[in-house]
């Protein structure tokens, strides 16, 4: 199956999931707004997913699907099935172990993430830290649950099934979304709709992780729960697996320092809670479908030594990811008070959380080319079996990130946090890139060079047409959900329209690559 189509379903399933999310917060910010108890609603979903993605998704999965695509490639699918088996048992028994001590420990661990919480009133006995840690006992079964699916996932995406494996983040917001629906009007305060979220939240869980045996046993690849052993191979995917760990785990200390900063001014962290949704829905169904589908295809052709197989396949990841990148940066940067009010401006999220969070906004969107690239860059090092090199360019970024952070959040306010994330990401992507380039493991051929100025141009002339536009259809938003996302639609339909428009005029892409991208080759 080619890159592009791989990239393409999963990018689907994701935009599916990422525009339910935003159904889905925006009822949320309906009912809490930016006040304490989202606040802390926030603070308890960050524990299990700071860890999850240390644990489950690119850290784990960057030393498992290497060692996968060995083992099946030299000892046949039995071998394959034996090592999977054996991964799967101490991933769980490890995170089971971390879910156990901080359900122990919540009163006082959750300190770790919301400090700043302690002692924030509430319009309910309980203050605000409170509130949090019974939120986080209920959300951090999440974790377990979803290391597992994200190993199911990495099984079915080596063996080229990913349309399963994206669409289960679709089941949480469905959950989440019915849930809002259900209690519509029916008088719940706001801390009680906070817990049916969390609720919500470890069910999904259940669903996914479901979802995903039941695909695995479909598809034919075989696995078996047995007890924890620590195995020759099971050595292998931890000695190369906790550099990733280390990565990601700095990575996500980044998140929470950012996030304790903001906890200790009320409404902060829903600011950067919101922005961060709106620049994840371009990073999450470009970058992260763009690793997803191109890790596994690396390491395939490196397995069977096709070096110059490879170097196309990151030329290519790199185009995609500029293609649709550059045109989502430059709306997220010229119209963040339009998305931000058309989106969340309703009910408790009123007109100066919209201008908090817009600020935010266009402090991540200088940032999304990086962290898009961030996700292309790394499988390069990952597929060659190589997770120590993005640890130490991660801990120099996180370095940069708490120091800038913090600095920038007491001169400049709390949008300091997301500026200075952003600074982090480009150094972690120009350290990344730099060494790709010194060991001739990345070449930028003539194609790219020739098409990335084209889309800028094509990117460019979009802007400066919705510029005015999404001036216009934001003096026309009135907070009901029909209207707002009607406008919503119509200048992103525009902006798509014209952009595209451009690229073929501009030459930066043609026909013939949406028709050699979805036509099948021999199933590779």
């Not at 020739?450 to 934001?474: H, K």
Request: hydrophobic share 55%; net charge positive; glycine share 8%.
């Amino acid at each position: 199956m080619k890159l592009i189509r791989s990239t393409a379903i999963i990018g689907f399933f994701t935009l599916m999931s990422r525009i339910l999310g935003l159904v889905r917060d925006r009822l949320t910010a309906h009912y809490l707004g930016a006040g304490p108890i989202n606040d802390a609603l926030i603070t308890a979903m960050k524990l299990p997913n700071l860890f999850r993605r240390m644990f489950a998704e690119g850290a784990f999965n960057a030393a498992f699907i290497p060692l996968y695509v060995r083992h099946r490639e030299e000892g046949g699918e039995n071998e394959a099935a034996g090592f999977a088996s054996e991964a799967m048992a101490s991933l769980i028994f490890i995170v089971a172990i971390i879910v156990l001590f901080f359900q122990i420990t919540m009163p006082w661990s959750l300190s770790l993430v919301g400090y700043g919480l302690r002692g924030v009133e509430t319009d309910v006995a309980q203050t605000a830290y409170e509130l949090a840690v019974v939120y986080a006992r209920i959300t951090m079964p999440y974790l377990l649950l979803m290391s597992l699916s994200a190993l199911l996932s990495g099984l079915l995406n080596t063996h080229n099934r990913f349309a399963i494996a994206a669409f289960v983040p679709v089941l949480y917001n469905v959950i989440a979304i019915s849930i809002l629906v259900y209690i519509w009007n029916k008088g719940f305060r706001m801390d009680e709709i906070a817990l049916f979220l969390s609720i919500g939240m470890t069910v999904a869980g259940v669903l996914q992780a479901g979802l995903l045996v039941w695909a695995v046993k479909r598809a034919g690849i075989r696995f078996r729960l047995q007890k924890p052993k620590m195995t020759p191979r099971v050595k292998r995917l931890w000695t190369l697996g906790i550099p990733g760990i280390i990565s990601a785990g700095i990575t996500q200390i980044n998140i929470t320092v950012s996030h304790q900063l903001a906890t200790f001014k009320e409404g902060a962290a829903s600011w950067l809670y919101y922005s961060d949704r709106l620049y994840q829905l371009p990073l999450g169904i470009i970058g992260i479908a763009m690793g997803v589908a191109l890790l596994p295809t690396l390491s395939n052709r490196l397995k069977s030594g096709d070096e110059r197989g490879a170097m196309t396949s990151m030329n290519r990841a790199i185009e995609i990811a500029a293609f649709l990148t550059i045109p989502a940066t430059i709306a997220l940067a010229i119209m963040p008070s339009f998305l931000v009010a058309g989106l969340f401006q309703t009910g408790n999220f009123q007109a100066g959380d919209t201008a908090k969070t817009a600020i935010a906004l266009q402090m991540f969107a200088l940032g999304l080319p990086a962290f898009v690239l961030l996700k292309v860059l790394m499988p390069a090092f990952f597929a060659r079996e190589n997770t120590t090199t993005p640890m130490k360019y991660a801990a120099i970024s996180a370095i940069i990130n708490v120091i800038l952070g913090a600095t920038l959040f007491f001169t400049l306010g709390f949008f300091g946090l997301a500026l200075a994330t952003t600074i982090a990401g480009w150094t972690n992507v120009l350290l990344l890139g730099r060494t790709l380039v010194n060991e001739e493991l990345l070449t930028f051929d003539d194609r790219l060079k020739d098409r990335v100025p084209r889309m800028l141009v094509a990117a460019l002339a979009m802007g400066v047409i919705i510029w005015p536009l999404a001036g216009w259809a934001e003096a026309r938003l009135n907070s009901s959900i029909l209207n707002d996302f009607s406008l919503l639609i119509l200048v992103s339909g525009v902006g798509l329209t014209v952009y595209v428009t451009f690229s073929f005029v501009f030459k930066a892409f043609g026909l013939g690559d949406f028709r050699y991208a979805f036509r099948r080759t021999n199933g590779k």
